[in-house]
């Protein structure tokens, strides 16, 4: 909005419009939703002129912080230059961003298809898996989420997040590696990931025996950062190929740093995927999705297909620029070095309110406090109400994070990867007194 202009629209006018005019599905976060109308690096603005720490960035999507001149600038020559011309004229920043993708992510992967969001990203991959082993069953995990297309929310396995019926793929659940709430009763490690094993017997008992892939999120996003054990993927990952399957890796939340240490979360695992999908963090914020491939599937597609705004100049353009930032500014690092940070300040406010805090996990700048009814008391019922209650209270002291979990009870938090040591100071001082204000009504 222009600063200049005689007359500033209202939040409540804008909400107003907002619910007038917008689908009621496309829900707001607060009683009173923010209008934002300004950012710049981790922090953003309302029409009112207040401005909020942002640990979220537009979810897990702003990986270098809001405006950033780096990305602003590339984008804004790239703007005079070319704006678009679709996936049938190629272009120098989509060669080159794919040249870039094939050198940073594991493995062997080199072949990449660009569209305009994760949804999408993730059908191409489903789409390759198919093509290139002949079947058609997909094993996707309960929690994930992959979408809103029918075929993700086919994928998705949270029924507040599907519609209506999806059988656009022959799609079978696995069980989720969420630990906190296992699904078989277990502990681990004495469990011996049971999870994993079991999928086994979910391809032997459900499908025709031989499936065409594994889609998962080395992280679960949506699910509440649910975070598996290390033999999870390596255990996985060989039963479906032992079927024929190939293993699908969903990096729209995890990709480009976000869990410290390592460019992309799967190989904190040590496991190498046949196919990659990302987007959020890849263009701070530009529309763009990505399915990478192997050579040997990718040259399996033989049809034709295009992507009318995927690989478009502006987004490579600004994606580009993002990932160089990430790798010259050692940005992995720093969500690795300020994620111990972060996470060391959460574990203190779960001994501070052992009641409410059931766990605290995550890596990196990806970490999650999910919220119970009463840890004490071995009571674990997910408490979503203190969720809303938190939230209120974080955006009265300027702070914001998001939330998940199938009942909503997880408190998500994702600032950019160049926050430093005093805005992960202010963010936890924030959370304290809001917990405190939830648990003590202080």
């Known amino acids: 909005m222009d600063d200049s202009s005689a007359e500033r629209i209202s939040a409540e006018a804008v909400n107003r419009k907002h619910k007038e005019f917008l689908l009621p599905a496309v829900a707001n976060y607060y009683q009173e939703p923010l209008v934002l109308e300004s950012g710049r690096g981790l922090r953003v603005r309302d029409v009112a002129g207040r401005e909020y720490l942002d640990f979220f960035g537009g979810i897990l999507t702003i990986s270098i912080g809001h405006c950033d001149p780096r990305v602003t600038g590339p984008l804004k020559a790239q703007i005079d230059r070319l ?31 660009f569209t305009a969001s994760g949804t999408e990203a993730d059908e191409t991959a489903v789409m390759l898996a198919q093509v290139f082993t002949g079947a058609h069953e997909i ?21 507040p997040w599907r519609a209506v019926p999806t059988q656009v793929a022959a799609v079978k659940h696995a069980l989720a590696p969420y630990c906190y709430r296992c699904p078989l009763g277990q502990s681990y490690p004495s469990c011996e990931v049971r999870c994993a094993a079991d999928i086994e017997e979910l391809i032997r008992t459900t499908t025709l025996g031989a499936v065409a892939g594994f889609l998962a999120e080395p992280i679960m996003g949506v699910g509440g950062f649910i975070v598996p054990p290390p033999e999870y993927f390596p255990m996985a990952v060989d039963i479906v190929r032992k079927h024929g399957g190939v293993f699908i890796c969903d990096e729209v939340q995890t990709g480009f740093g976000r869990t410290g240490g390592k460019m992309f979360g799967i190989e904190h695992w040590g496991v190498r995927p046949d196919i990659m999908t990302m987007a959020k963090g890849v263009a701070n914020g530009l529309p763009l999705g990505v399915t990478i491939a192997t050579e040997r599937i990718a040259n399996a597609f ?23 930032v990430i790798e010259r500014e050692h940005l992995a690092a720093n969500a690795q070095a300020q994620g111990r940070r972060l996470r ?3 574990e203190e406010l779960q001994e501070r309110f052992p009641e409410i805090v059931g766990e605290v996990r ?74 405190e204000a939830v648990v003590r009504g202080g």
């Open 83 to 113: 704006g678009h011309v679709s996936s049938l004229y190629p272009t120098l920043p989509v060669v080159e961003l794919a040249e870039k993708l094939a050198r940073i992510t594991p493995g062997d992967l080199k072949k990449s298809f």
């Open 302 to 324: 033989k049809k034709l297909s295009i992507s009318t705004f995927g690989g478009n100049p502006l987004s490579c353009a600004a994606a580009n620029a993002t990932i160089d």
């Open 344 to 346: 060391a300040g959460l």
């Open 362 to 435: 995550g890596m990196g700048l990806m970490q999650a406090l999910e919220l119970v009814r009463n840890e004490l008391a071995r009571d674990r019922t997910p408490n979503p109400e203190a969720v809303l209650r938190l939230f209120e209270e974080t955006k009265k002291r300027g702070l914001l994070i998001g939330r998940g979990g199938l009942s909503g009870n997880v408190l998500r938090i994702s600032p950019p990867l160049t926050v430093g040591a005093s805005e992960v100071e202010e963010a936890l001082g924030v959370l304290r007194e809001s917990l």
């Open 139 to 159: 094993i996707a995990l309960r929690y994930g989420y992959s979408g809103r297309s029918l075929l993700a929310q086919a994928l998705t396995a949270h029924a």
